[in-house]
């Protein structure tokens, strides 16, 4: 596959707080005067210019897009995300770097993207189809799929400005996705629409690419980068953290932003919770050893203190991957607890789990339906592999592996 959009040492610089003088001539004063090394004409007396009011949104990002692909782009928020959409957009340029580009390029940064809020839905279709290039007849023959596609076919004839939100970003992901462009460059701007939405968006992208067109994507539902992207850009404070398979990129994303912790210990006046029950302990025990590994059972210890008397009560365990998957509930027994000190254990038994970054939650629930507080992530742990069979099938896919009793004849 030929290479379509090359980002060679791309970085982005922002000046803090510092605009243009107003004019032209002493905004080229004020150039020439730092390109030459010299004070800051314009500055007024006693005033000093600050060589570190400066913020770095992207420093010497490189990567390559290849035809047909689609390119998943996470990161935390203020790593540089929208700011290299933008760039790759060309709605800015970059400090130092370039990009290159092949084909015709259609981008949805945000809600209306293009759109002239004075026009109608049908009007604005047709502008944003000269904008990319088309032809009025290429856009008449595509038109009534984009209206049908985006569900506003009542008010295709209202200005936008009339329009919510969702009808906006609905109308706006249609046109972009259906007048044909060589690369689809999508922010997180879908997340405005409903999961129906959301569904068909997704699926038109994987229709997108399949036929040779190349889509970038920038989200931070997990589930969805996983699905839909062939490969996958990590950004960190700017910089490419890494670049790979979904799956491995997103955990590696997690990983960096988790912090682990097997015990924690609350006193009174600090403890989390409500007028209802307070969490003062969470521990994670290790049934052999000191490194939990799958062949390894744990024990999930809790106290809370109960501020009332409860005939019903009972914990929900939760236990999530740590990219989100939730893998099991588990329920207590229905006990009744007096007001005070109330300590719960849970055992996973060993050979259940796979390896992998866990998260448990755990709920108190008063006569079986009532909620009386979810406390979330409360332990963040990690589960080994040490078995010889992962040097015969590398890496073991699941959330959940098991030991089970086999036969073989």
Known sequence: MSTVIKVENVSKVYELGKMGTGTLAS??????????????????????YDEKAIHIALRDVSFDVTQGQVLGIIGKNGAGKSTLL?????????????????GRLASLLEVGTGFHPELSGRENIFLNGAILGMTNKEVARKFDEIVEFSGVSKFIDTPVKRYSSGMYVRLAFAVAAHLEPEILIVDEVLAVGDADFQRKCLGKMKDVSSHGRTVLFVSHNMEAVKNLCQEVVLLEKGQV???????????????????????????EQEAPGNELVKLRRAELHIQQGEILDINHGFELQFEFDLENDYSEFSYSLNLFAITGE??????????????GRVVASCLVPADLMNSGDFTVSIMAVSQRSITLFYFQNVLNFEIFDNRENEKWFGNISGAVRPKLNWKLS
């Open 27 to 48: 905004d080229i004063q004020r150039a020439f005067a730092r390109m030459t090394g010299k004070e800051d004409p314009l500055l007024r007396i006693g005033e000093t």
């Open 86 to 102: 933008k760039i790759l957009s060309r709605v800015t340029a970059p400090t130092t770097g370039k990009v290159k580009m092949k």
């Open 241 to 267: 953290a890494e670049i790979g398979k979904p799956a491995a990129v997103i955990n590696s994303y997690f990983k960096r932003n988790t912090q682990y912790n097997s015990q924690i210990l609350f006193n």
């Open 326 to 339: 939730h893998i099991f509930n588990t329920v207590s027994p229905v006990v009744s607890a007096k007001r």
